[in-house]
């Protein structure tokens, strides 16, 4: 597989944070045909100028509208390269962002790496009310649920909807991810024993091909 150069991301990172939108589906583009891996193009260019945009914008070194522009471009380039194919209708998963949170291009990149793998999938997006999601995965029945956290603040509903997710539906594997997992996920998920936390899209990868 083709690897993506510092220069080709730096190219795509001034261009996105800019607001060339047409060069930054151009450079994707090429990098496709050039035979890079979506995956690859999800984590070394979208995550990484993401990742550097929220330390720009955390030292004031990047406007809101700045950040907002740039997410909204990686945004419509996720969509507008989303995995195409026909997905084994038994094998389904439900993914989404817990409640309150905001932050959905990780899930959503998930969900695609799903769907690369052959999965039907239910992707809800931000914020789901508890309560709605135990609703919706009673009513789906997946195999799966993957629940995205990032925003450390949201712990408590974090672990309500694991706690309620656990207890009605036992014997359904849960995974987790997100940045707020990153530096303590055994010490929060100790106690659940049918809830894994993946810390990449590769692992991902990994753990889809063994199950
Ligand atoms: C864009 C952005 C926003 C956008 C989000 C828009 C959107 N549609 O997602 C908006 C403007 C809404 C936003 C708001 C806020 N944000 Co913000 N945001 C970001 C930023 C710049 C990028 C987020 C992103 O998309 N990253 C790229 C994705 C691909 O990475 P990822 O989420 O880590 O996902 C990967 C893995 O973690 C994993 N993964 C994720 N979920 C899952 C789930 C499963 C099951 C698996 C297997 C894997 C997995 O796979 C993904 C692909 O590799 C980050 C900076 C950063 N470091 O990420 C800050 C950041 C996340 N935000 C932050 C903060 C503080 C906020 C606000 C509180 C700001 C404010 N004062 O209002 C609010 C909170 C909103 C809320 N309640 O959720 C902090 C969070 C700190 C923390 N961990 O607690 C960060 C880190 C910025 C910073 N440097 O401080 N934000």
């Not at 994707?28 to 979208?46: A, C, M, N, R």
């Not at 408590?156 to 996920?185: C, M, W, Y």
Request: hydrophobic letters at 40%.
């Amino acid at each position: 597989m083709k690897e993506i150069k510092q220069s080709q991301f730096l190219g795509f990172f001034n261009a996105l944070v800019d607001g060339d939108k047409d060069k930054c589906t151009s450079l994707v583009q090429s990098l496709l045909s050039d035979g890079v891996d979506l995956k690859d193009i999800y984590v070394e260019l979208f995550q990484k100028s993401l990742y550097r945009i929220g330390k720009l914008w955390d030292h004031n070194q990047m406007s809101i509208p700045q950040e907002h522009m740039s997410t909204q471009i990686i945004e419509s380039l996720i969509s507008r390269f989303a995995p195409v194919g026909k997905p084994n209708p038994d094998k389904k998963v439900v993914v989404t962002c817990i409640d309150k949170e905001f932050h959905d291009i990780g899930a959503k990149m998930v969900s695609n790496v799903f769907e690369l793998a052959g999965w039907k999938t239910y992707y809800l997006g931000a914020s789901v009310p508890t309560k709605e999601t135990i609703k919706f995965v009673k009513q789906i029945d997946p195999e799966v649920i993957a629940l995205s956290w990032s925003l450390y603040l949201n712990l408590g509903r974090f672990l309500e909807v694991v706690d309620h997710l656990t207890r009605f539906f036992p014997g359904k594997k849960i995974l987790v991810g997100g940045q707020a997992l990153a530096e303590n996920s055994d010490k929060v998920l100790k106690k659940y024993k049918n809830v894994a936390y993946i810390d990449s899209l590769h692992s991902l990868e990994s753990y889809l091909k063994k199950n």
